[in-house]
């Protein structure tokens, strides 16, 4: 079983800046589309963007223009660059494999717990 590990996560002011890693084991990221999800106290768990093996993008809408994500198949980390933070991103972050039915997921690491204060 893959086992995914978030960090650098944290408390930053609106408008800051913050750049999350994810380190999986047990599994190599190429051949998988990868994704950051978040999960804010009260909701969902949500997409907030993905990246497949030729290291194309998507974004949710509320992120797109702030968030960057990326990944270096070789040291099996993704990272997600988030710039111009607003509270509404608050949020634990989780990474994983992507797929059409992520919302069955029953693999999920401990994720990193990202505070945007106003």
């Known amino acids: 079983q893959v086992q995914f590990v978030e960090s650098w996560g944290g408390l930053v002011q609106a408008g800051g800046s913050l750049r999350l890693s994810c380190s999986a084991s047990g599994s190599t990221f190429n051949v998988n589309t990868m994704a950051w999800y978040r999960q804010a106290p009260g909701k969902q768990r949500e997409l907030v963007a993905s990246i497949d093996s030729t290291s194309y993008t998507n974004y949710e809408d509320s992120v797109k223009g702030r968030f960057t994500i990326s990944r270096d198949n070789d040291q099996n980390t993704m990272y997600l660059q988030m710039n111009s933070l607003k509270p509404e991103d608050t949020a634990v972050y989780y990474c994983?494999?992507?797929?059409?039915?992520?919302?069955?997921?029953?693999?999920w690491g401990q994720g990193t717990q990202v505070t945007v204060s106003s």
């Open positions: 994983n494999r992507f797929s059409y039915n992520w919302r069955r997921y029953g693999n």
